[in-house]
T-cell receptor, first 113, second 109 residues
Framework: DGGITQSPKYLFRKEGQNVTLSCEQN?????MYWYRQDPGQGLRLIYY???????QKGDIAEGYSVSREKKESFPLTVTSAQKNPTAFYLC????????????FGSGTRLTVV | GQQVMQIPQYQHVQEGEDFTTYCNSS?????IQWYKQRPGGHPVFLIQ???SGEVKKQKRLTFQFGEAKKNSSLHITATQTTDVGTYFC?????????WGAGTKLIIKP
């Protein structure tokens, strides 16, 4: 079964720590995306990548970093520079042009403790 | 910047009543997609509309794309408890997907 896997499902971070969220897909999709969703809110784009070894900032990239060393993987690091990181993080992938829509992972809920 | 406005933010309905959400873009869209997010879940792709004036149906769901390709709507007939969730539109413009804020469908007890 093809799909997109995010881990962990829940993550707790102490103040000042960097944490990395994993996103892996076996759909052979070229494009991958990271979104942040706050309670009762819509989706805000953090970073996206259209091809391996290339990625672009989205609307709220400050305090986050990504890498795209393999087609299947697009990890997101939430750095200590992100002042309000508590949120629901969603990874998605699509074919070029997203003709068949985005496929989302089940998300990671990050909480700062 | 480019925006897609989606209304209403919430809609409370009795089970069996109809539900409609509307999206309006500040720019012409090449296509529009619709997603459903169940409570605690992730968005799931429902459909894409591409042509001006297009209407598509999925059982009790009817999707429309405006003639000017700037607005769209989703109408659910005779809502059921399984319809509960947040419905998002997302418009493609200049190779970017621009998301509406979503409409939350709540079934009154």
């Amino acid at each position: 079964d093809g799909g997109i896997t995010q881990s962990p499902k829940y993550l707790f971070r102490k103040e000042g720590q960097n944490v990395t969220l994993s996103c892996e897909q076996n759909l052979n999709h070229d494009a991958m995306y990271w979104y942040r969703q706050d309670p009762g809110q819509g989706l805000r784009l953090i970073y996206y990548s259209q091809i391996v070894n290339d990625f672009q900032k989205g609307d709220i990239a400050e305090g986050y970093s990504v890498s795209r060393e393999k087609k299947e993987s697009f990890p997101l690091t939430v750095t200590s520079a992100q002042k309000n990181p508590t949120a629901f993080y969603l990874c998605a992938s699509s074919t070029q042009g997203a003709r068949y829509g985005y496929t989302f992972g089940s998300g990671t809920r990050l909480t700062v403790v | 910047g480019q925006q897609v406005m989606q209304i209403p933010q919430y809609q409370h309905v009795q089970e069996g009543e109809d539900f409609t959400t509307y999206c309006n873009s500040s720019t012409t869209l090449s296509n529009i997609q619709w997603y459903k997010q169940r409570p605690g879940g992730h968005p799931v792709f429902l459909i894409q509309l591409v042509k001006s004036g297009e209407v598509k149906k999925q059982k009790r769901l009817t999707f429309q794309f405006g003639e000017a390709k700037k607005n769209s709507s989703l109408h659910i007939t005779a809502t059921q408890t399984t319809d509960v969730g947040t419905y998002f539109c997302a418009g493609h413009s200049n190779y970017q997907l621009i998301w509406g804020a979503g409409t939350k469908l709540i079934i009154k007890p």
